[in-house]
């Protein structure tokens, strides 16, 4: 039976779901923009949370105690001028609320109030400020808390007169509070930056790291020394132990292909010395030839075996080098076109890949009349094309071509020699540059093999 999801369940399950992947791609995909952004914000959330929860609540709490309390002297000031007539001119009001309260009155003659002012983002005060006035006075009135920044004018609409009343801000507000909220600001600007710096530290280590493990893939040589945290030097430490453990083994691997290599040399010479001392005839040249493929394969499969791990990458004029390689085949009777462009100097493994190129220019030689070689070096990458005009090889049998040993019997021509080693070698040397191989389609109707390595 199969389950049906409610719809109630499945829309939010969507919604949620939609909101986690973009989430997940806005997010920092470094580890440094990570830890930071795990140290950095809760510590936001945690001073946001106290000034709304805390301090906003505060903030408005005194403002309401101080608006309240100067909304209760002004209405003082009213009631004392309203009981008191003998005061005409208001000269003692005045002088007592200027010294007494530090409030300026004007008492002017009875007219229209002003048209209401538009509120400011933030109307703390003046919500506040005309709630006090609208309960405790009760008349019409007009208030500006926006014009002069320190001063609030208000102004109350008497009987036979208007007031005007000059406050200083501090009287109905609580100034203070943007004091702390700086304070605020400025220590966790203080602690960012000691994260910042803490956290950079710490990451130094894991990019050291991973720049020795790339140069290593590549076969490049740089100074490493485990660092940092215990647990990053425990990486680190693993890491030089099993590159040693690989350089061993290699240095193991060359030592017996030499000693394999010398041994079968040698059976071979006795074997050419033999067959010179039988003389010349049919026979002898069948046996020369088998020999001379022997010794052809042999050094086909030691070359495969042995690989060049112990040449180190140095920086190399590629154009000149791959300008060789054309040269050469164009020695040997091959049609070829070069074409290069970009910067010459390239980090490679010369003698390497000077090897790898030879064998996908010898196989476009020998299997097709014409050739092109075209390379482009830019920031990142070397890409050197090899066309011909040959048979090619069908999409499906081009991973196979690179299998060791292996022949395309259809594709192409046995006859033509070969240990089915060509392909094999040149990948393999140009992932030791952390690079590929790959075979396509070649504008000219045959093959392109194209190889890519880090410069």
């Given at each position: 039976?199969?389950?049906?999801?409610?719809?109630?369940?499945?829309?939010?399950?969507?919604v949620w779901r939609g909101f986690?992947?973009?989430?997940?791609?806005?997010?920092?995909?470094?580890?440094?923009?990570?830890?930071?952004?795990?140290?950095?914000?809760?510590?936001?959330?945690?001073?946001?949370?106290?000034?709304?929860?805390?301090?906003?609540?505060?903030?408005?709490?005194?403002?309401?105690?101080?608006?309240?309390?100067?909304?209760?002297?002004?209405?003082?000031?009213?009631?004392?001028?309203?009981?008191?007539?003998?005061?005409?001119?208001?000269?003692?009001?005045?002088?007592?609320?200027?010294?007494?309260?530090?409030?300026?009155?004007?008492?002017?003659?009875?007219?229209?109030?002003?048209?209401?002012?538009?509120?400011?983002?933030?109307?703390?005060?003046?919500?506040?400020?005309?709630?006090?006035?609208?309960?405790?006075?009760?008349?019409?009135?007009?208030?500006?808390?926006?014009g002069a920044s320190n001063v609030?004018?208000?102004?109350?609409?008497?009987?036979?007169?208007?007031?005007?009343?000059?406050?200083?801000?501090?009287?109905?507000?609580?100034?203070?509070?943007?004091?702390?909220?700086?304070?605020?600001?400025?220590?966790?600007?203080?602690?960012?930056?000691?994260?910042?710096?803490?956290?950079?530290?710490?990451?130094?280590?894991?990019?050291?790291?991973?720049?020795?493990?790339?140069?290593?893939?590549?076969?490049?040589?740089?100074?490493?020394?485990?660092?940092?945290?215990?647990?990053?030097?425990?990486?680190?430490?693993?890491?030089?132990?099993?590159?040693?453990?690989?350089?061993?083994?290699?240095?193991?691997?060359?030592?017996?292909?030499?000693?394999?290599?010398?041994?079968?040399?040698?059976?071979?010479?006795?074997?050419?010395?033999?067959?010179?001392l039988l003389g010349e005839g049919?026979?002898?040249?069948?046996?020369?030839?088998?020999?001379?493929?022997?010794?052809?394969?042999?050094?086909?499969?030691?070359?495969?075996?042995?690989?060049?791990?112990?040449?180190?990458?140095?920086?190399?004029?590629?154009?000149?080098?791959?300008?060789?390689?054309?040269?050469?085949?164009?020695?040997?009777?091959?049609?070829?076109?070069?074409?290069?462009?970009?910067?010459?100097?390239?980090?490679?493994?010369?003698?390497?890949?000077?090897?790898?190129?030879?064998?996908?220019?010898?196989?476009?030689?020998?299997?097709?009349?014409?050739?092109?070689?075209?390379?482009?070096?830019?920031?990142?990458?070397?890409?050197?094309?090899?066309?011909?005009?040959?048979?090619?090889?069908?999409?499906?049998?081009?991973?196979?071509?690179?299998?060791?040993?292996?022949?395309?019997?259809?594709?192409?021509?046995?006859?033509?020699?070969?240990?089915?080693?060509?392909?094999?070698?040149?990948?393999?040397?140009?992932?030791?540059?952390?690079?590929?191989?790959?075979?396509?389609?070649?504008?000219?109707?045959?093959?392109?093999?194209?190889?890519?390595?880090?410069?």
């Open positions: 039976m199969k389950f049906v999801e409610h719809p109630a369940i499945a829309a939010p399950r969507r986690a992947l973009w989430l997940r791609a806005k997010m920092p995909k470094g580890l440094f923009a990570r830890s930071l952004l795990i140290v950095v914000l809760p510590m936001l959330l945690l001073q946001t949370a106290v000034v709304y929860f805390f301090m906003e609540r505060h903030w408005q709490a005194i403002t309401i105690r101080l608006s309240r309390m100067l909304t209760q002297e002004i209405a003082a000031l009213i009631d004392v001028y309203e009981s008191y007539p003998q005061d005409k001119d208001a000269t003692q009001l005045t002088r007592i609320a200027a010294q007494r309260m530090k409030l300026q009155i004007f008492i002017t003659p009875p007219g229209a109030l002003p048209p209401p002012l538009p509120k400011p983002f933030f109307a703390l005060l003046d919500n506040v400020l005309s709630q006090q006035i609208r309960t405790q006075i009760k008349r019409p009135f007009w208030i500006d808390t926006v609030i004018e208000i102004r109350v609409q008497l009987k036979d007169a208007q007031l005007r009343v000059y406050a200083s801000r501090n009287q109905a507000y609580a100034t203070y509070s943007s004091i702390f909220i700086g304070w605020m600001a400025g220590t966790a600007l203080v602690l960012i930056g000691v994260a910042v710096l803490f956290l950079r530290n710490q990451i130094k280590p894991i990019r050291r790291l991973a720049e020795a493990s790339e140069a290593f893939g590549k076969g490049r040589e740089i100074a490493f020394r485990p660092s940092g945290a215990r647990e990053v030097r425990q990486a680190g430490l693993a890491f030089v132990d099993m590159k040693r453990r690989l350089e061993r083994a290699m240095e193991q691997r060359t030592a017996m292909l030499n000693g394999v290599s010398h041994d079968l040399r040698t059976v071979l010479t006795r074997f050419k010395l033999s067959l010179a049919p026979e002898q040249e069948a046996i020369a030839r088998d020999i001379a493929e022997m010794q052809r394969m042999l050094e086909a499969y030691l070359a495969f075996a042995r690989g060049d791990g112990g040449e180190s990458a140095v920086a190399t004029d590629a154009r000149a080098l791959i300008g060789e390689l054309v040269a050469a085949a164009e020695r040997h009777g091959a049609a070829t076109r070069y074409a290069y462009s970009g910067e010459a100097q390239a980090i490679l493994r010369p003698d390497a890949y000077r090897r790898c190129l030879a064998n996908l220019i010898g196989n476009a030689q020998r299997y097709g009349k014409k050739i092109e070689v075209s390379a482009t070096r830019d920031d990142k990458r070397l890409i050197v094309h090899v066309d011909d005009d040959g048979p090619g090889i069908a999409p499906e049998n081009r991973e196979d071509a690179f299998r060791p040993f292996y022949r395309l019997d259809e594709a192409r021509n046995q006859d033509a020699g070969g240990a089915g080693l060509g392909l094999a070698i040149a990948r393999d040397i140009a992932r030791a540059h952390g690079g590929d191989v790959t075979l396509e389609t070649s504008p000219l109707g045959g093959l392109r093999a194209s190889v890519s390595v880090p410069v």
